[in-house]
């Protein structure tokens, strides 16, 4: 059973900075996609950003240029580093690993953590 454990959510005032850590357990194929997906209340999840194994990155365009994606490989371990937050980056943060083995989708999703910022 893979489980996701998201880490380095809190309170931050516009302008700071933070970092969320998402460190799997269980049995991750290598080849695999990790990302960042964010919900605020009342909106519906989004993407913030995404990794592939290869280190190719997708970024939502509200976060170009503020927030970098990073993975370490050994560990199947992804970060989030976030720059110059915005009152409007308030939400719940979760953290996504997904793979395909043959035509299966193995699709696992962390618990979130709240990242707060305050104007």
């Known amino acids: 059973q893979v489980q996701l454990v998201e880490s380095g959510g809190g309170l931050v005032q516009a302008g700071g900075s933070l970092k969320l850590s998402c460190e799997p357990s269980?049995?991750?194929?290598?080849?695999?996609?990790m990302g960042w997906y964010r919900q605020a209340p009342g909106n519906e999840r989004e993407l913030v950003a995404v990794?592939?194994?290869?280190?190719?990155?997708t970024y939502a365009e509200s976060v170009k240029g503020r927030f970098t994606i990073s993975r370490d490989n050994a560990k199947n371990t992804a970060f989030l580093q976030m720059n110059n937050l915005k009152p409007e980056d308030t939400a719940v943060y979760y953290c996504?690993?997904?793979?395909?083995?043959?035509?299966?989708?193995?699709?696992?999703w962390g618990q979130g953590t709240q990242v707060t910022v305050s104007s």
């Open positions: 996504n690993c997904n793979w395909f083995r043959g035509l299966r989708k193995y699709d696992y």
């Open positions: 269980g049995s991750i194929y290598s080849m695999n996609v």
């Open positions: 990794i592939s194994h290869l280190g190719i990155t």
